[in-house]
């Protein structure tokens, strides 16, 4: 049986893989698509944030509010976002994802699954059902994380 320290340090050998061909592909997908890191990063904050303002993206991707909004202003002018005013507050505009936005986010999950199935295929449908199960476990036990509240003082 391998010991905690043993599994630990392979799951971080395989999140480091995992790491570097996951941003592989989304390097090459953004620049495919004319778009900056930043810019591809502000797309997959209003995806999971919801319409939001340009000083969340700003802060989110740690530029200031000037640069957030000339960056935002490009994927206006390429139809990715749109900006208008919040019904809440005119002075504060809102910034949400148009239809193209969203189908850029989508292309760039294709690439991601490519990588991962080109690796399924590699696997015998043994390893594949024994990698299935312990992935089951993962998910679970960081389903448990995930519930339970963080110990601030570790950090």
């Known amino acids: 049986m391998q010991s905690s320290n043993t599994l630990a340090a392979s799951l971080q050998e395989w999140f480091g893989i ?32 919801g319409a939001c303002g340009v000083s969340d993206i700003g802060s989110d991707l740690g530029v200031t509010n000037s640069a957030a909004s000339q960056m935002l202003e490009r994927l206006v002018q390429q139809k990715i976002i749109t900006r208008s005013e919040d019904p809440a507050d005119r002075r504060v505009k809102q910034i949400v994802l148009t239809d193209k936005g969203r189908q850029i986010l989508e292309e760039s999950e294709h690439a991601n699954q490519s990588w991962l199935e080109e690796l399924v295929s590699k696997m015998t449908p043994t390893e594949q059902e024994q990698v299935r199960t312990g992935l089951v476990i993962l998910i679970e036990k960081a389903g448990q994380l995930e519930i339970t509240p963080v110990d601030k003082s570790n950090f």
């Open 18 to 49: 995992f790491r570097r061909n996951l941003m592989r592909n989304i390097f090459a997908y953004a620049k495919d698509r004319g778009l900056t890191m930043a810019q591809f990063g502000a797309l997959l904050h209003i995806f999971h944030k």
